[in-house]
């Protein structure tokens, strides 16, 4: 009995102990709100009808087989030149590949600080004839309604941010502002088919030059509004890395014969057990130091018995992983996931099939690597009678950037005095940006857009009625500017 008298004793303590944790480390708070937004109306009405301009140029990415639209493209190009008359005089630009634009603003003085670069791309996705139904105004129209909306492709994915980085060059240089470090905007033209000839080509150029820079800002997080469940909070999620993929084929052949006379298995079967087996066999999920961050800084408008799993993750980390994993998208976030998506076997119902594959897609966690998925896979099948491949080429993760780096820091400054003081965390970036061919010539590449975006706005984007407001479209030329202005200020006008 004095033992469990002990246990008891002990046991009270720890919760003890656990409950003042909570309250010293989370304690409760309100939800926070962003601060209004102040602008010029006459020039931010301006600022769209740039934005509107750009719109109407279709640059349309469909695939490597078919060329780019020369007219459009370089009719964009010379669209910019004429539009930002003042950024042009002091920015230094070359033309990649045809279509991609380097800029480089050079520094008013050698001050031993590395560059930075601020990257978006000017291609849009295809918009699809069963949807033109859906959309208020023509996609390539660059409407502005009554309503201060801008509405077309683009708009959100990516050339509004494009346009931001360079209404924002142009009012700096007007101003006078002269940089203390390099600036490079760097605009590629086929991010939506992989950035290979655009973003890659211009981070191999600045490789070769010697050119190393601090920290790379692309397009990827933004602040989230009514999008994370229990959360009010608006939260600006600053990307530290985003996932690679890959696609394995589980594929079997067999004899084949009548389906009268059939074997324990068949080239279906086999191939169909493959794609189940990986399936069944998930990746573990971690709840890592970034996850973390994340659950702290929306932590304190959340209930108690939340703000007490997330104060003590040291006893309760398990736990709370596996009730996070219970979303899909949250799991999305913590380890590779996989996907089997696709099945083909057989030609008639009673003839046994001599050939079967199941398709299985992997989206890569930054932990894992392609090779590691290959081998993973092929050890959880352990049948010789399948045949594993790589369809295509797999596309590794990227590294993950520092949350404590200067870029990283940078942003996020900008974000409170821009936005006001919401929280902010880092997260992992799901899809595929051109930031990723610039982890080799940068210290930090981190994914943020200064918009707020809601359930509404992630369907737009490569969806239909594409838009943004006037006010949206301001936000982000201020935030572009202040973010030039505090990384490379030096108290310049």
Known sequence: MRILGYLVVGLLGLIIFMVANTVAWLPAGEAKSLRPATYDTTDARRMAENLAGAVRFQTVSYSYEQAPDDVAFKGFQDYLVKTYPNAHAVLEREVVSDYSLMYRWPAGADTGKKPIALAAHMDVVPVPERGLADWPQPPFAGVIDGEGILWGRGTLDDKGLLISIMEAAEKLARAGFSPD????????????????????????????????????????????????????????????????????????????????????????????????????????????????????????????????????????????????????????????????????????????PQYGEAVVNYRIHPRDTVEGVVARATEIIADDRVMVEVMGEGREATSLSSPVGEGYQTIAGTVQAEFGDIPIAPTLTVQGTDARHYDGVADGVYRFMPLVVGKDTLKQIHGTAEHISIEALARQVSFYEALMRASAGSGTP
């Open 181 to 352: 470090r390099d600036i490079y905007f760097l605009f590629g033209h086929d991010e939506e088919l992989g950035g290979n000839k655009g973003a890659a080509v211009m981070a191999k150029m600045l490789q070769e030059r010697g050119v190393r820079l601090s920290w790379l800002m692309d397009e990827g997080s933004a602040i989230a509004a009514g999008v994370i469940p229990g959360v009010k909070s608006p939260v600006a999620l600053i990307s530290l890395g985003e996932k690679g993929s890959v696609t394995l084929k589980f594929s079997a052949n067999d004899d084949g014969g009548h389906s009268s006379a059939p074997k324990d298995y068949t080239a279906a079967s086999l191939a169909a057990k493959a794609g189940v087996a990986v399936t069944e066999n998930q990746y573990p999920l971690v709840l890592d130091e970034h996850l973390e961050s994340f659950l702290k800084a929306v932590a304190p408008e959340q209930p108690f018995l939340n703000r007490f799993m997330i104060a003590n993750l040291w006893a309760t980390r398990g736990v709370l992983a596996g009730e996070l994993a219970k979303s899909p998208t949250v799991a999305a976030f913590m380890h590779t996931t996989t996907a089997f998506t696709m099945m083909e076997a057989g030609t008639k119902s009673n003839i046994l």
